[in-house]
């Protein structure tokens, strides 16, 4: 599938204040830090150049709230109407059900079959009211078979969205999309023949006042 697949520019939403707190956010939502702005800016920057590159691209972000400040930062940067923004619910973070809103250590305190159980099948495991990470592939397989393969995408989501995105285009193995770990101002470059990590260098986070290349996270 992957000689099929556009050109695409995934984009990881800034810090958030549940990001700060250690708490999974999923299908809920927290509004950007002031951190996170500054990440968005410093994005926005580093990115100028190739965004100018991709002519004619289509532009989508994910429906959530700190996904859609992240854009309209970008956009404002860019000189971009931030209604050029598609709102797409197939870029919306893995819903994690009851775990949403809980610290790593809760769940596995509070809910420990549960946590056993994501633990010994990571892809296929749903926690209750929540979507196994083969879900989240397919539905972002769908929203890829969706677009137009003859123009560049940039999309602005979440780091479970972007972390199966990028295992389909370069099609790695389940291991190594588990290992992914991105700042939340990477971003990355995805075409059928290659991936490009665009990571913002030092003088452009110390000059917007970022808190370095900001935080991952654990699923």
């Not at 929203?143 to 137009?148: A, F, M, N, V």
Request: aromatic share 8%.
């Amino acid at each position: 599938m992957t000689d099929t697949l556009p050109t695409l520019l995934v984009i990881r939403h800034g810090e958030t204040q549940w990001n700060v707190a250690g708490r999974l956010q999923g299908s809920l939502d927290t509004p950007l830090t002031i951190n996170g702005v500054r990440q968005a800016q410093a994005v926005a920057v580093r990115l100028s150049e190739a965004v100018a590159g991709l002519e004619g691209a289509a532009y989508w972000v994910s429906p959530l709230g700190r996904a859609r400040q992240t854009a309209s930062i970008l956009a404002d940067l860019w000189s971009l109407p931030f209604d050029r923004f598609g709102h797409e619910p197939l870029l919306a973070e893995r819903c994690y059900g009851a775990w949403e809103g809980r610290l790593h250590g809760e769940i596995e305190r509070d809910l420990p079959e549960q946590y056993g159980a994501h633990a010994s099948d990571p892809w296929e495991y749903a926690m209750p009211g929540g979507e196994s990470r083969t879900v989240l592939t397919e539905r972002l397989r769908a929203w890829l078979k969706s677009l137009d393969r003859n123009r560049p995408h940039v999309a602005v989501t979440h780091s479970g969205c972007l972390r199966a995105l990028r295992g389909i285009y370069s099609a790695a193995s389940p291991a190594e999309i588990l290992a992914y770990r991105e700042p939340q101002t990477s971003a990355f470059l995805l075409s059928a023949s290659a991936e490009r990590v665009l990571n913002v260098p030092k003088a452009t986070l110390d000059a917007f006042g970022c808190e370095g290349e900001g935080r991952t996270v654990w699923i």
